[in-house]
C-alpha cells in the first residue's frame, strides 16, 4: 500500500492507473476505523480495480462546542488495517493541503434544504463542512465510484444530491449499517461510551425497531410513535436530538399515503452522540 500526502502525489499515482486502463474506486474516513469502514473498502474492491482511501478528521465539520481536538485518531492501526484489506493508496493530506486558503476565507459548497433540517439543524454549518470536503475530495481524486456507509443516512443524501447538483462523473455506492452483536451501530464515537453507558447504547436501535413494528403493523400515527420512542429513549438516560419519521428519497416528513419510510435518530449519551437509522420496510 502507498501512503501520500500531497495532492500532486495523488494525481500522479492516479494517472498512471488510469494510463493503463484501470479503474478507481475512494472511500473517504476520519479515520479510528473500524469494520464499518472495511466495509466499505471491501464493496468497492467487488466493483473496481484500484482503491484509494482517505484519512482526514475536517474541522469544517465541527461546531465550536463538538469534538474536534478529541475526536480519536488513530493513524498507524488504521494504515495496518487498510493495509491487510488491500488498499491501494492511502491518503494523509494535512490540513493546509485541503485548505491553503485557510477555513475562514475558503470556498464552501452548501447542499441546500436537505441539510437544514435533522442533524442539519442541531449541528448547524456541519453539512456546509461534508459538503465542501467530499467535493473537495473527489475533485482531488476523480474516482469512478465512491463508498458510503447507510448510517449516516442524512450525510448520503447530501452527498448524493451533491454529486447529481454539480454533475460530477463518480457513481455514489451505499453499504448497509454495520452492527455490533446488539445492534449498536459501529462508530468512531462509540470509544466515548463508559463501561455502564454501552449495555444502554444498544437500546437505540431497538427503538428504531419497535417504531418499525408499529408502522409494519398499520399505524399511521407518526406523532404518537415518534413520542412514544422519545419517551422511551429519555428514561433510558438518553437525550433526544430527534426521533423522525421520513421520506427515503428526500427526507420530507412522511405522509399516511406512502408505503415506505426511514426512521432517523440522534441520541446523546454520555459523551456520545449516537446517529442511527433504519428503513421500513426493510431492503
Known amino acids: 500500500m502507498l501512503t501520500i500526502d500531497s495532492i500532486a502525489s495523488l494525481r500522479k499515482i492516479v494517472g498512471q492507473w488510469r494510463g493503463q486502463g484501470e479503474s478507481v474506486g475512494f472511500v473517504p474516513t476520519m479515520g479510528n476505523l473500524h469494520e464499518g469502514h472495511l466495509k466499505l473498502v471491501e464493496e468497492a474492491k467487488k466493483h473496481i480495480d484500484r482503491v484509494v482511501v482517505s484519512i482526514f478528521v475536517n474541522p469544517l465539520q465541527f461546531g465550536p462546542t463538538e469534538d474536534f481536538s478529541a475526536y480519536p485518531r488513530t493513524p498507524s492501526e488504521d494504515a495496518s488495517m487498510l493495509g491487510i484489506c488491500g488498499v491501494d493508496l492511502l491518503y494523509l493530506p494535512a490540513t493546509n493541503e485541503i485548505y491553503p486558503e485557510g477555513l475562514e476565507g475558503g470556498v464552501y459548497v452548501e447542499v441546500p434544504n436537505i441539510s437544514d433540517e435533522l442533524c442539519g439543524f442541531f449541528r448547524p454549518g456541519h453539512f456546509r463542512g461534508v459538503a465542501t470536503i467530499v467535493c473537495k475530495l473527489l ?116 405522509h399516511e399515503s406512502e408505503r415506505r419510510f426511514v426512521i432517523l435518530v440522534a441520541a446523546h449519551l454520555g459523551r456520545a452522540r449516537l446517529i442511527d437509522n433504519l428503513c421500513c420496510p426493510s431492503g
Not at 444530491?161 to 455506492?173: E, T, Y
Not at 420512542?229 to 433526544?240: M, S
Open 139 to 254: 475533485n482531488q481524486v476523480q474516482p469512478d465510484l465512491a463508498v458510503f456507509g447507510q448510517k449516516d443516512y442524512q450525510q448520503l443524501m447530501v452527498i448524493q444530491r451533491l454529486v447529481s447538483g454539480l454533475n460530477m462523473p463518480v457513481k455514489i455506492m451505499s453499504v448497509p449499517t454495520v452492527r455490533e452483536l446488539d445492534g449498536l451501530a459501529k462508530s468512531s464515537r462509540n470509544v466515548y461510551l463508559s463501561e455502564d453507558e454501552r449495555p444502554n447504547a444498544a437500546m437505540i436501535f431497538k427503538s428504531l425497531n419497535l417504531a418499525a413494528d408499529r408502522l409494519n403493523s398499520g399505524s399511521r400515527d407518526f406523532d404518537l410513535i415518534v413520542e412514544e420512542q422519545t419517551t422511551f429513549l429519555t428514561r433510558l438516560g438518553f437525550r433526544v436530538d430527534y426521533f423522525s419519521i421520513r421520506n427515503p428519497d428526500n427526507l420530507q416528513l412522511s
